[in-house]
């Protein structure tokens, strides 16, 4: 049965239709028809005269090409896209054209034909009002650099405005973190068409100076041990007023706090300014904040890298009390890996009131380097290697590197492997295994083979303390070309030996890489048996103080020494003696000083000792994107015999009449793309009569 409602909307419905379809058929659909007419299909996007961006990258840039449908609107702007793409990039005077083809299928090819012009540079970056702190300190506290002999290969001279928006607020925490806290920072760029450069003119208030003054801890919480939070405060009375000081203060109490079982305290700074004295007055209030849990930890961005890795970096997981130093803390761990070049940390509200969402973004950054490198050593000649790489191994936070060597005196096979959290735990551990085949040269009597391997475990200790235990196998075969030459070992003599040890590495360095103060430190002990029967005890020390506030002047003490003891009284052979070299004093060659037999044959030390005075300096007149830096220094070690060593006994008296030898030099150090390297000019004052000295040397500079 038809239903009379349903057929009346039925027949007014189909009314309708009708009634629209003459209008349908007019102008809007005559216009659709028009625009498809000038809206073609596009068969192809080239690109000519591009070299600083590839045709898969400007493809990236082009609507015409996502889509695939051209019009002129669509062509005016993407022309406007690549031209902003090099405007951007520092190439002011380029020019973006386009013309179109037709093809045979009625399909239109767009080419884009580009007129790169010069790169526009940075001339020079100049400062007006900064009385108190040098424009080589400033200028390395920036992002945007001046043109210098490695920009073509950075490329960080390039200006642009929301780069030096950054640079602007990095300068005034600069000097908020070094006593003016009320600096106000201007810039004005102006580009000077006749030498394509820009000139940045900074202009800084300084403002007062100040320091901190009275430093109290005030809590409402009951139980609370503040005589612990107070060993957690960085803004000592007289010291200069640090923004970085205060916050990481405020964030370290309220850590303490937390691990003294008050998961929600809350930890802020009062601050009393007195203009007559030029100081803030510090209180720290501790109190019990809002009793909030994180309900979930959302992790986005992490292509390759598992969410663990990051989760496991955290203090807490969903379910713990929220606190936001934990979450600071827990931001500066992740960012400490390595493996993110940006890091974005925000809350949201949960399910209930007491409840917050944490998104953790993350943008990742490559990990794995590879690739071939050379290099000269004054020691080993001409350098080169083969390496693979991979600091997050399959995403998991694993560090996987092998690597073949070659110089002119050998050749080296190694692997390592380390899980820096073995079994869930705050544990590293780690397998090394090497192949290292050592040549006879004029300066050793003989060759070695040697085959090795170790297992090593790494536990933190405490914030800056570390320890790392490690045993392993070594097999070593010497080779020696002309039989007669040795008087210390026999050609295809073998050496085997088993080891166990540990090593204490003490972190106190405010900047592992430029260390300005602190002290770091290691000391490592091992038992080597088997073949023998051995103590090595080393230790080195290297202490850092800012000769000149704010000036890049750093001064360094250093030390060393070691010794080697047979534990059931007897000799110790050459294979295992200390052989010092430049890492302990400069000026000599390598193997160049200390015991030697009658023919050169070198022979080795059970002990040694060294200390150095350095002082490292900016380079007058050079930018700071140079990484250029001078050094000063003065070094002295003494040497001990070899009379405990086995057939050292005939080691002649003038290849250690002199057991202390000191030098004096110069250096020049380059942080380079490859790595930090340093040449040193060294004067040799006292040394042994055999010793053999030299004028320069190129290495590679280490921290200790």
Do not use: C
Not at 238 to 265: C, H, N, P, V, W
Not at 323 to 335: C, E, H, L, P
Not at 463 to 473: D, P, R, V
């Amino acid at each position: 049965m038809i239903h009379p409602t349903k057929l009346m909307r039925g027949a007014v419905s189909a009314i309708a239709i009708m009634g629209a379809a003459p209008m349908a058929a007019g102008v809007p659909v005559l216009g659709v028809v028009a625009a498809h007419a000038q809206e073609q299909l596009v068969a192809s996007v080239l690109f000519e005269g591009n070299r600083r961006f590839p045709d898969s990258q400007l493809l990236t840039m082009v609507d015409i090409s996502t889509t695939g449908i051209f019009s002129q609107q669509r062509l005016n702007a993407d022309i406007e896209s690549i031209r902003q793409a090099y405007d951007r990039d520092g190439f002011n005077s380029v020019s973006v054209t386009a013309r179109t083809e037709q093809t045979a299928d009625g399909r239109v090819r767009v080419i884009f034909e580009i007129n790169e012009g010069e790169r526009a540079g940075i001339a020079a970056i100049n400062f007006t009002g900064n009385n108190s702190i040098g424009a080589g300190n400033l200028k390395g506290a920036m992002l945007t650099k001046e043109s210098g002999i490695l920009s073509w290969l950075l490329r960080d001279d390039t200006y642009d405005e929301q780069k030096m928006a950054v640079d602007r607020e990095r300068i005034r925490l600069y000097y908020a973190n070094r006593g003016f806290p009320d600096a106000q920072v201007n810039s004005v760029a102006e580009y000077d068409a006749a030498r394509n450069a820009y000139f940045v003119n900074v202009t800084v208030n300084e403002g007062q100076k100040y320091e901190f003054g009275n430093v109290g801890i005030e809590t409402s919480i009951d139980g609370l041990n503040t005589d612990v939070l107070r060993s957690t405060v960085r803004t000592g009375k007289g010291a200069r007023y640090s923004m970085f000081d205060l916050q990481k203060s405020i964030e370290d109490m309220a850590y303490e706090a937390t691990t003294q079982g008050y998961s929600f305290a809350d930890v802020r700074a009062r601050l009393d300014r007195d203009t007559a004295s030029n100081t803030f007055n510090v209180t720290y209030l501790v109190d019990e904040g809002a009793r909030i849990y994180v309900e979930r930890i959302n992790i986005t961005g992490n292509i390759k890298t598992r969410d663990f890795v990051i989760r496991r970096e955290l203090d807490f997981a969903e379910g713990d009390p929220f606190n936001r130093s934990m979450v600071i803390r827990g931001r500066d761990r992740i960012d400490a890996l390595g493996y993110f070049s940006k890091i974005d940390i925000s809350t949201a509200p949960g399910s209930s009131p007491d409840k917050v969402v944490l998104n953790i973004n993350v943008v990742e950054s490559s990990t794995g380097e590879y690739g071939a490198t050379a290099g000269y050593s004054t020691s080993d000649g001409i350098l080169g290697e083969l390496s693979l790489t991979e600091r997050n191994f399959l995403g998991r936070g694993q560090y996987l590197r092998a690597a073949i060597g070659a110089s002119t005196s050998g050749r080296t096979f190694d692997f390592s492997f380390t899980e820096p959290r073995f079994m869930g735990l705050k544990v590293s551990a780690g397998v090394d295994a090497y192949h290292r085949i050592n040549d006879e040269t004029s300066t050793s009597f003989y060759g070695s083979q040697v085959t090795g391997g170790q297992l090593r475990v790494g536990v933190p200790l405490t914030s800056a303390l570390n320890a790392q235990f490690f045993g392993g196998l070594e097999h070593k075969v010497i080779k020696d070309d002309n039989p007669d030459d040795s008087a210390l070992v026999a050609n295809g003599q073998e050496f085997n030996k088993a080891f166990v040890g540990y090593t204490l590495t003490w972190n106190g360095v405010d900047d592992v890489k430029n260390p300005t103060e602190g002290l770091y430190a290691t000391f490592t002990q091992q038992y080597i048996g088997w073949d023998h029967n051995l103590l090595r005890s080393e230790a080195r020390a290297r202490y850092f103080v800012p000769l000149i506030p704010d000036s890049g002047v750093v001064a360094s003490v250093r030390g060393q020494a070691g010794i080697v003891n047979s534990v059931n009284g007897g000799s110790v052979h050459s294979v295992e003696a200390f052989t010092p070299g430049s890492q302990l004093i400069r000026g000599f060659a390598s193997r160049g000083f200390g015991p030697r037999l009658a023919s050169g044959e070198y022979v080795g030390t059970t002990m040694f000792a060294g200390i150095s005075g350095e002082i490292e300096f900016p380079i007058p007149g050079l930018p700071e994107n140079y990484g250029l830096s001078g050094a000063v220094w003065a070094d002295a070690a003494w040497i001990g015999d070899s009379s405990n060593i086995l057939g050292g006994g005939g080691a002649v008296a003038t290849s250690n009449d002199q057991p202390w030898r000191t030098s004096v030099g110069a250096s020049l150090i380059w942080d380079s793309p490859f790595g930090p390297l340093r040449g040193d000019f060294a004067h040799v004052l006292n040394k042994s009569t055999d010793d053999r000295t030299q004028l320069f040397q190129f290495t590679i500079s280490t921290l200790l």
